[in-house]
């Protein structure tokens, strides 16, 4: 199975290092020295890491035959692509990768179904999971324990509990005067407010 590890950015230097966005929690696994990536377009790789540093904050990666600056740049925008055995888990069994998520069925606690998980968005702060609902539309779900209390992938499912009007703002109720419309929005924002500033160790992981 390909999953997505990396997106090249700016050349870095004179020597061929380029910026690299980090597309997984296991880059010094996935981004290594030695690590072999296919890449979309295809014809860019595939591309084997040479060397890695963190530069600023950043990775900075350098592949194998890529000498200069004019090369680095020609690989600008590239997407790196790692090949992943299926059955592979990561070693926390509270962390999950991408390829186990995509596809579960999304339920509320009594069973009701909300849709289905078809992506994971990684964002600095936390990550997004993108619900497809029966009819159509799409909600993002702040992937937090506090929010999505399981995941059961025996069951193929993803259980959540989100706050009102998360998923439907139809659900939102008037409250002291308040249009539902409004109340709805309020609560969408508090409910991401509270997940951006949920601690780092309440945050479920994916790869």
Not at 180 to 198: L, Y
């Amino acid at each position: 199975m390909q999953l997505v590890v990396g997106k090249i950015g700016r050349a870095h230097g004179i020597k061929g290092d380029v910026s690299v966005e980090v597309r997984t929690d296991e880059p010094e696994l996935r981004l290594g020295p030695g690590a072999v990536l296919f890449t979309d377009p295809a014809s860019a790789g595939p591309l084997t890491v040479e060397s890695g540093k963190v530069h600023s904050g950043r990775l900075l990666l350098r592949f194998a035959g890529v000498k200069d600056r004019n090369a680095a740049e020609e690989l600008r925008g590239t997407i790196l692509i790692a090949e992943v055995d299926p059955e592979e888990r990561p070693d926390d069994p509270e962390e999950y990768y991408d390829h186990q998520l995509i596809g579960l069925d999304v339920v509320l606690l009594d069973g009701t179904l909300v849709g289905e998980l078809t992506e994971v968005v990684h964002l600095p702060y936390q990550d997004l999971l993108t619900v497809r609902k029966p009819d159509g539309t799409e909600a993002l779900v702040p992937f937090v324990s506090r929010i999505v209390p399981t995941i059961d992938l025996e069951n193929q499912r993803a259980v959540i509990d989100p706050p009102v009007g998360l998923i439907d703002l139809g659900q939102a109720e008037v409250a002291g005067g308040v249009a539902a419309g409004d109340k709805a929005g309020d609560d969408v924002a508090d409910g991401a407010d509270a997940a951006a500033g949920t601690d780092a160790g309440d945050a479920e992981e994916s790869r």
